[in-house]
């Protein structure tokens, strides 16, 4: 999973944060 930061594109190795855009992104289509 990638999130985009100030500095750039930076790569998190977490379930939960996958989790949690998962459902964010669900929630606003």
Do not use: C, I
Not at 2 to 29: F, I, P
């Amino acid at each position: 999973v990638y999130h985009m930061k100030e500095d750039g594109w930076v790569k998190v190795e977490s379930t939960d944060v996958s989790d949690l855009l998962h459902q964010y992104r669900e929630a606003n289509q």
